[in-house]
């Protein structure tokens, strides 16, 4: 399939971004596009199925829905502008968890998720750490997750009052990490999410 010729210096909308027929996976920042990295890498793609895998059960019998990328979240300004022409931020998070079914449709999902993790990688790390930390961080995501593969850790961050994101963990090794929008009653145990047979 022919790559689409587009402008990258040019701000795209959400109702743009549905008519590119492609191969290529891309996000709007704020209505500028950023080309995602080729596929994932196999630790990526591992820590990524054992963490879903870990939300995934304890959420089946719950309100909430955990998800995974390839999937759009639409990030709009205001809440009374959510027309497809009126959304200029899509990100593909790696995984993200929605309690609130209003903000789920046929699409994915319109306004902040609950909870974010992205796994990072050399090629997209300044882009997790930084922009897409402030986004989730502008649009109200209460809780995100950093992890970080080659040195098997994950930086947990919350929405404080002030709503901006304050460190509420560093975690590695053994630890579980309590999942705040859950009031700790899920523990994530990290040797369930590393383990030994990962590659790069």
């Known amino acids: 399939m022919k790559t689409l010729d ?3 210096n040019k701000r795209y909308s959400y109702a743009d971004y549905l008519t590119w027929m492609d ?6 920042y704020d209505g500028f596009i950023k080309l995602m990295t080729p596929a994932p890498s196999r630790m990526h ?3 990524s199925t054992n963490l879903t895998s870990i939300f995934w059960l304890f959420l089946k019998t719950k309100t909430c829905e955990v998800y995974h990328a390839p999937a759009d979240v639409r ?3 205001d809440a009374k502008r959510t027309a497809d022409k009126q959304v200029y931020t899509v990100l593909q998070p790696d995984i993200f968890i929605v309690c609130d079914p209003s903000k789920l449709d046929s699409r ?5 998720p609950d909870l974010i993790i992205e796994i990072i990688s050399a090629k997209n790390s300044k882009r997790d750490l930084k922009d897409k930390f402030e986004i989730y961080q502008e649009h109200g995501v209460k809780e995100y997750w950093i992890v ?3 040195d098997e850790n994950v930086n947990v961050f919350v929405l404080g009052e002030s709503r901006k994101y304050q460190l509420k963990g560093m975690y590695a090794e053994d630890d579980k990490i309590p999942v705040n929008i859950f009031d700790g ?3 994530v145990d990290l ?3 590393f383990t030994s047979e990962n590659t790069s």
């Open 6 to 8: 587009l402008d990258l």
């Open 23 to 28: 191969d290529k996976r891309r996000e709007l």
């Open 45 to 47: 793609q591992k820590i």
């Open 75 to 77: 990030f709009p300004k």
């Open 108 to 112: 994915g999902c319109l306004g902040a």
């Open 148 to 150: 970080n593969p080659n």
């Open 185 to 187: 009653d899920l523990k």
């Open 191 to 193: 040797t369930e999410v």
